[in-house]
């Protein structure tokens, strides 16, 4: 079984500024993957960053980044220089390695707002 | 083909009646998810699709919800005596298990259900 846990339901961060988004996980598998999405008001949920448990180094893409601290069981993301194109909601998951049957488990997000 | 296609955005239906909603998966994908997100919670997986075959159930889904998934190609999630609590957004998402795991699953902007 899996479960996410994102503990700040909203946040007003200043633009430019670095926001970080917190998420911590339990699982029972011994290989897995950590993933967020954003999820605009249109709905789509929209991929940013992967991180399997394997992985020594921390995940990055563009301004994205995955902090992972396997011991404490965290995945928090960061977005470095935000815009006001990143408010959304954003929502971090759980898979075990090689997906298939198992479906992602989802926190219940953060809503991230940024003001000008 | 410019990713996951679902139909239609928005459905209005009265208590008790049937309803169904497709889901186009990106052409090459095999595999195939569906989620069902209420307001507030991030998306709780339903079931899965690897080409025609449905491998997985979620207890969430009751005996009036049906998938199908003819030739492997575009999906269908039918909801039969709807109910008010089967208010929701509902996702559908595909990958492909011929890349690298961890590539993100793709989701389509979902089908909104609104039961009167």
């Known amino acids: 079984a899996q479960k996410i846990t994102q503990t700040q339901p909203g946040m007003f961060v200043q633009e430019k500024e670095a926001v970080t988004l917190d998420c911590t996980y339990d699982t029972s598998d011994q290989s897995y993957g950590l993933f967020w999405y954003k999820q605009p008001s249109s709905g789509e949920m929209i991929f940013l960053i992967y991180?399997?448990?394997?992985?020594?180094q921390n995940a990055t893409e563009g301004r994205y980044s995955l902090n992972f601290q396997k011991a404490r069981k965290s995945a928090n993301l960061v977005i470095s220089a935000s815009q006001l194109g990143d408010s959304a909601m954003y929502f971090c998951a759980v898979q075990p390695m090689g997906g298939g049957a198992d479906g992602l488990t989802f926190g219940k997000g953060t809503h991230l707002i940024i003001q000008p | 083909d410019t990713g996951v296609s679902q139909n239609p955005r928005h459905k209005i239906t009265k208590r008790g009646q049937n309803v169904t909603f497709r889901c186009d998966p990106i052409?090459?994908?095999?595999?195939l998810y569906w989620y069902r997100q209420t307001l507030g919670q991030g998306p709780e997986f339903l079931t899965y699709?690897?080409?025609?075959?449905?491998?997985?159930k979620s207890r969430l889904l009751s005996d009036r919800f049906s998938a199908e998934r003819p030739k492997g190609s575009f999906s269908t999630l039918e909801i039969q005596r709807t109910e008010q609590g089967d208010s929701a957004m509902y996702l559908c998402a595909s990958s492909s298990s011929a890349v690298p795991w961890g590539t993100e699953a793709f989701f389509g902007q979902g089908t909104r259900l609104t039961v009167v």
């Open positions: 052409s090459e994908h095999n595999r």
């Open positions: 699709f690897q080409n025609e075959a449905q491998l997985e």
């Open positions: 991180q399997g448990s394997y992985d020594e």
